[in-house]
Each structure stands twice: as C-alpha cells, then as structure tokens.
C-alpha cells in the first residue's frame, strides 16, 4: 500500500479495513496490500475526480472481486446555490442564472423557466408566434448538441474514441448555428419571458438549412460505427436494465423510460410552444438497455433534424414578424445592434429612449433596473428535455424577483437508478449505465 | 410600472391567503413612498366545482381520501393544488398512486418553499404529481411549522422522493419523518444552517470595479 498521505482528505481513520490512498503508478503495491488482507470485499471512492464518471459525480462502489454488489452516488460537488442566487435578481435576470444548470441543455433550462413565468403573468398566449418557433428550433438543435455529446462521452467512457471526435466535431457545428443566432456557445440566455432576447441575424437561416443537408450526411457515420459493431454491442446489450415498473418508481424520464417501450414524450403528450403543430415521432426501444438508450438518441437525433427543418420553413415566412411580446410593461425595451464597436443597444433605439419618447425612456430605465412584477401564485410547465422531463417551480410573492424557483431536473431524478441498473454487474458496467443515464452534474448539483 | 397599492387578485379565487406584508418600494426609500403597506397574497382555496377534470380529481380524491386530509383546493392558472394535512398525507400518496380513477403514477419532485411570513405554517412541501395514464398533473402542498418542522416521508409510495426529500431537507430543515436515511445530499455533511430558507444569507462580498464598490446581491437595493 502507497504511505503517501492525502492533504485534501479529512481523515483516514475507519472502523472496518485498511485504507490506501490511490495516486497512480502504484497498482502493484495497491494489490500486494489487498492480497495481505485476504479479503475480496473492497469499497472503492471512484470520483468526484474521475474522467469516466461524466462529470463531479462520486461512486461508492462495494465491490466482491470485480462484481459490484452496492453502489451508491456522492453528489454536490457542484452545487453553486443557483436557485438561491435567482431569489436575489430579477425575474428576466434568472434566465442568466438557469441556463447555466444543465448546461448542454442551456435552452431548455431558459425555456421551462420562462415557460413558467408567462404562466405566472398571464401572457401565454400573447406570446408572438415568431418566438415560439424560434424557441422550438434552437431547443431541438440544442436536443441533438446535448445528445451528440451523450454519445460522443459515452463512447468514450468505453473506448471508442473515433465516436468522441465525430460527436463533439458536429457539435462543434451545432454550437456554431448558436452562437451565430445567441451571441454565445454556451449560457445563452436567450430566451426571456414574453419572448426571445433577438431576431435572427441576416443569413442564419441559410446556415441552418446547410446545417441540416450536413447532418444528413454525418448521421449516418454513428450508425455505421456502432449500430452492428459487435464491440459496441457487447458493452452495451442488457448493461443497466431498468424495466417500465422500474422506471416509474424512481420517476425516470427521457430516453431512459422511452427505452422499455413506453411513447412518453412531453412535447407530444403535453404539447408547449406549439409543438403539436410540428411532424415528429416519438422514438421507442423495447431492450430496457443501454443499447436501446443509444439508439433512441441517435433516432432522435433525426426526429429533432425533421422538426428543425419544419420551423425553418416556417421562420422564413416569418421575416420581421416581432420576437418580444407586444406589452411595453414586460418586453425587454432594449434593441440590439451591430455597431462599429461591435453590438450594443441600436442608434435608433437610443434616439427614441433620449430624444423622442420620455415615457419610452422611463420603461426603459424602470424595466432594466427594477423589473417586472408577478402575480402571486405558482407555476410548474415542464418540458421535454434531452434527458427527460425538466420542470421549474416558480414561485412568486408578487415582486419583481422570484420568491422560489426549483428545478426538477431529470439528471437529478435519473442518477437515482444507478443503484438498481448496476449492482449484480461487473465495474466495467456502471460506467456504461451511467453513460446511458446521462447525467449532467451541472443540473444534478444546480 | 405603476405601483399600485393592491396586488392583482386572481380572479378566479374566491378567497385569498394573506401570507406576508411589504413595506416602501425598496430598502432605504427616501421617494415618499415609504409608508407603503402592501399585503402579500397568495391564491386562496377555491369552491367546487372547478370545470374540466378537476372535478373528478377532486371528487374521486374526497371519497377514498381520510375525513379533513384536504384542507383546501386552489385552482390558479389552469393549475390545481390540493393541500394536505401532513398527518394524512402518507395515506393520500398511496390512494393518488393507486387509485383506478387517479393513477398518479410519477412523482416529478419534491420542491420546498419557505413563507417566514405565514405563521404556524412557515414551511412548505410541494409535491408535482403526474398521471400518464390520464395525461393529468397536480399539485399536493404540505405546510408545517417552524417549531415542529416535520412531514412524513412518501419514499414508501415514491421511492423517487428519496433524495428529493433530502433535498429539502438539506435547503429547508424539514425532516420527512420514516425517510430511510435523510441526510444532507447538495451541502457538505457539516455544514450549519439550511441554506434555501429566507432567514439564511445569500452571502457575497463587495466588489470594486473603477473606483466604485458595489455591494453583494442581497445587500444592494431591492424592490419589494
């Protein structure tokens, strides 16, 4: 056993056992040590630092031999008090706060929110039609970023390394039509109560429909990769079974229950922003496996390409149609603008703020500082995330800052089950069942 | 952008709950508006009947629920919520899963909210339930007090309120009472205090950014 002495830990005194503390490069003693001891029986601390545990997440494995037969999740170690934070900001502010949760789901954490909000305020249904399907389109190219990195890291955690560089190499696209309609690649806070934060700029949908014709041909590589690949297959056939029963019990949403058979899926069972107006289908697998979770992403992937290119089709009719609510007492007053200093508040809009419209310039100043008020009450509108139904809680007393807003986040809910889908296995599995799960720690920790 | 005396009432609640009291516009008004006062209300408990399908929800909840589980209902926003006297809420969770007519089968999240205003029931559990059977949500809030900050565990019923429930406990302090193991899940296992509720700081410090200093978030102005 290695004497090195870890600074960072507390203590290393136990009640049951030897300790050792892992730095690498000392298996040999590691193992020489556990031969002494002529005990199977091992805990294993695998994280929060670990590359294959997607993210801060900490195992508590009980291990026999190699089979795991307790396994147990450490979780927070990302928790930055985001809900307590958006208390303390108003409520368009707390879009910036919760897009940064889940953080390769950014627009929906922003669109549950503010779906929330406008529940709140009464506006749903003055919500202009540009910005719901400008809502639709960057959720579902956001569904396939967010899905393409569950493969990629996935993929990676079992040693397919060539699945890691195509997945991220078209998000990299993805990321790309984001930052090119958002400003930003990640944290966009884009979308704001009443609406969304700006028009498309010129050219965007030209971009997207290149996009799609691009996917179109790199889709198919993933399948071709993995669909048959006898290796693939092996990892990932009956590895972390959860059946229907299952499922609901520990309230799993997402691919993960849609893989016993089950077409649940919000955005068709309880349409928002208009998706009922949209062709897509409900993918299905019926393994209850890992396997099955892999290729519901990678189907869902073309059912988010479909609706993609139906809400192009509909933006283009769209052009100059407004993407902020008409009431001057909730829309964001601010037009931006590309000027010689890169983009700010537009020319026309200061003149009219400055030199024409003194109530203009009051709603202006009144809304950028102080913010709206909301009704009292609550409000939960879920939505159909790429891990499952992502949910706020928004609470308001009235005032212009949220009294409570709670985040039922799927990744959360979802790393209950990695108990249940992993111990019986081997170690080699939890990994892959995680995968499977595709927990963010980002909305886990909040 | 007003500021009207009266906070919008919900039509569609006939009677209000009174759950705290503003005062000023903000912290250290000087504007004249100082004396403001200004009730806090909340949608209050409405009436049957309801329309729609809340009326079977309610009706097939009232008949297999204990006498006095459901203290009131309040419809907000297309919305229903029952809220329910924690003493019964064990036996409501299982009826809701189990019931042919309701079927709540999925427990989506336990969320807490704390009111240090609304005496004798300053902390709240909120339960969103869902059906898929019958594509139908609710909402069940259980209160209790500050002094006696227990509710019962639904981990029985919802073995996904598990760390839900920890959740809460871990940002509130309530205590799901024959929960199998409630200990903190988000802050670390020593750590004082439960974040989440009101009376505990945000935290932060000043920040000099050009020779101005701008105060933490929950130190600066805020508009009540």
């Known amino acids: 056993m290695t004497t090195t002495q870890d600074p960072y830990a507390a203590s290393n005194e136990t009640s049951q056992g030897r300790v050792f503390t892992v730095t690498g490069q000392d298996w040999d003693s590691i193992a020489e040590g556990l031969a002494d001891e002529g005990d199977d029986r091992v805990v294993v601390n695998m994280g929060p630092q670990h590359p294959s545990t997607h993210g801060v997440l900490r195992l508590i494995l009980e291990l026999e031999g190699e089979s795991v037969t307790e396994a147990r999740c450490g979780i927070g170690y990302l928790h930055t008090g985001i809900e307590k934070n958006m208390e303390f900001r108003t409520w368009t502010q707390g879009v910036t706060f919760c897009t940064r949760m889940d953080y390769l789901a950014p627009f929906h954490n922003e669109l549950t929110y503010c779906l929330g909000v406008e529940r709140l305020l009464d506006i749903e249904d003055q919500i202009p039609e540009k910005a719901q399907v400008m809502r639709v389109l960057l959720s579902e190219l956001n569904r396939i970023s967010s899905h393409l990195v569950c493969i990629a890291t996935g993929g990676m955690e079992i040693g397919a390394l060539t699945v890691m560089t195509i997945g991220f190499r078209e998000r990299e696209l993805t990321l790309d039509l984001f930052e090119l309609i958002t400003g930003l690649r990640m944290n966009h806070a884009f979308f704001r109560p009443g609406g969304v934060a700006q028009d498309l700029p010129p050219g965007a949908l030209d971009q997207i429909r290149d996009y799609i014709a691009l996917m179109k041909k790199r889709l198919p590589e993933y399948a071709a990769f993995c669909n048959a690949n006898p290796i693939f297959r092996g990892r990932l056939d009956g590895v972390g079974y959860l059946d229907l029963a299952g499922c609901l019990a520990l309230g799993i949403t997402g691919p993960v229950l849609r893989s016993t058979g089950y077409p649940w899926d919000l955005r068709k069972s309880q349409p928002y922003s208009g998706y009922e107006d949209y062709e897509f289908d409900v993918v299905t697998w019926d393994t209850c496996d890992s396997y099955g979770r892999f290729r519901i992403r990678l189907e869902e992937m073309w059912q988010s390409l479909r609706i993609v290119e139906q809400a192009a089709d509909r933006l283009a009719e769209l052009e100059g149609a407004p993407v902020m609510i008409g009431d001057k007492k909730i829309a964001w007053p601010s037009q931006l603008a590309i000027g010689s200093d890169g983009m700010g508040n537009s020319l026309d809009h200061i003149r009219h703020i400055m030199g024409e419209s003194m109530e203009a310039l009051i709603h202006h100043f009144k809304l950028v500082t102080e913010g709206f008020r909301v009704p009292t009450g609550q409000a939960y509108v879920p939505v159909e995330s790429p891990r499952g139904e992502l949910g706020a809680h928004v609470v308001s007393d009235g005032g212009t800052r949220p009294f409570r807003a709670h985040f039922r986040d799927p990744s959360f809910t979802n790393l209950q089950a990695t108990s249940v889908m992993s111990e019986g296995g081997m170690v080699a599995d939890v990994i892959v069942a995680i995968a499977s799960i595709d927990p963010v720690m980002g909305g886990v920790d909040r | ?224």
């Open chain 2, 1 to 224: 952008m007003t500021d009207e005396p009266n906070l919008p009432i919900a039509a569609e609640a006939a009677q209000t709950e009174v759950v705290g009291v503003k005062h000023g516009m903000y912290g250290g008004d000087t504007s004249g508006y100082g004396g403001l006062v200004r009730p806090v209300v909340m949608p209050g408990g409405t009436p049957p009947p309801y329309g729609g399908w809340f009326d079977e929800v309610h009706g097939a909840l009232a008949e297999v629920a204990p006498e006095g589980a459901i203290e009131k209902v309040v419809i907000h926003r297309g919305e229903i919520t029952f809220f329910i006297r924690r003493q019964h809420l064990l036996e409501v969770a299982q009826r809701l899963r189990d019931d042919e007519s309701l079927r709540y089968e999925l427990l989506s999240g336990v969320s807490g909210v704390h009111y240090p205003d609304d005496q004798g029931r300053e902390l709240h559990a909120v339960y969103h339930l869902l059906s898929m059977t019958h594509n139908r949500r609710i909402r069940l809030e259980v209160t209790a007090p500050d002094s006696d900050p227990h509710i019962p565990s639904v981990v029985a019923t919802y073995p996904t309120a598990d760390w839900h429930e920890r959740e809460t406990y871990d940002f509130f302090g309530i205590i799901f009472d024959g929960h199998p193991a409630l200990t903190r899940i988000m802050m670390p296992d020593d750590w004082p205090g439960h974040p989440q509720r009101k009376d505990y700081p945000l935290g932060g410090i000043p920040v000099e950014y050009k020779g101005a200093t701008i105060p933490p978030p929950d130190t600066r102005r805020s508009y009540s």
